[in-house]
């Protein structure tokens, strides 16, 4: 089965501070990715990376980096965390391999900002 | 970008009807259509997909069909149990056409409830 999962399922920040969120997946997979998830809101594509060292923008990227050194390790960082960050952040990671599209998700941090 | 508007956002039925949910996609590049369950607490699970060049495609209960003309998709649920009451998204991806991967984008989601 394939597992990905995240540091941490609950953090609690303050304002300003910088914030690491670590994912890790155990299958090799070329492709992972970062959403935010928010009520009444949906899921929304933060950054992805399709290999080691590279990363794409996705939909939201303003206030967050990335950094992917090795390949089974995906981070997303907030610079200075806002309140306006606090929501849950989930973690995904795809093979390449043509044809085969599904992600697969971590459990999720909820992270809040006070 | 894509956009994926997805109705309606809470559905409540009795145990053992179907279920239908529905999305639309705007970017007529988009070929891949999955559907994800998310129980509380946990990540999203995909129950199906569908690629472009399929109509419609089942899996026991579950049936997922697609109108590339009209953008738009549904998931149909039927003799519903207990066990489907969750939070079901739909997504549209190019799905890594060009080599590279690339990012679902979801649509709302839908709170399913089964009444018993």
């Known amino acids: 089965d394939v597992k990905v999962t995240q540091s941490s399922r609950y953090l609690v920040k303050r304002t300003g501070e910088k914030v690491f969120l670590e994912c890790v997946q155990d299958?090799?997979?070329?492709?992972m990715f970062w959403y935010r998830q928010d009520p009444g809101l949906g899921l929304r594509l933060i950054y992805f990376?399709?290999?080691?060292?590279?990363?794409e923008k996705g939909d939201i990227p303003e206030g967050y980096s990335v950094s992917r050194e090795k390949k089974e390790r995906f981070s997303l960082i907030l610079e200075s965390a806002s309140t306006n960050q606090t929501s849950m952040y989930l973690c995904?990671?795809?093979?390449?391999?043509?044809?085969?599209?599904?992600?697969?998700f971590g459990p999720g941090t909820r992270l809040t900002v006070t | 970008g894509e956009n994926v508007e997805q109705h309606p956002s809470t559905l409540s039925v009795q145990e053992g009807d179907s279920a239908v949910i529905k999305c639309t996609y705007s970017?007529?590049?988009?070929?891949?259509f999955p559907w994800y369950k998310q129980e509380l607490g946990k990540g999203p699970q995909l129950i199906i997909d569908?690629?472009?060049?399929?109509g419609e495609k089942k899996d026991q209960r579950i049936a997922v069909t697609l109108n590339k003309t009209a953008k738009h998709f549904s998931l149909h649920i039927t003799e519903t149990q207990p066990e489907d009451s969750a939070v079901y998204f739909c997504?549209?991806?190019?799905?890594?056409?060009?080599?590279?991967?690339?990012?679902?984008?979801f649509g709302k989601g839908t709170h399913l409830i089964i009444q018993p």
């Open positions: 970017d007529s590049a988009s070929n891949y």
């Open positions: 995904a990671s795809s093979l390449s391999a043509s044809g085969t599209y599904e992600q697969y």
């Open positions: 990376s399709y290999d080691v060292k590279m990363k």
């Open positions: 997504a549209a991806s190019k799905g890594g056409s060009g080599g590279g991967a690339d990012g679902l984008t």
């Open positions: 299958m090799d997979h070329e492709n």
């Open positions: 569908i690629r472009s060049n399929v």
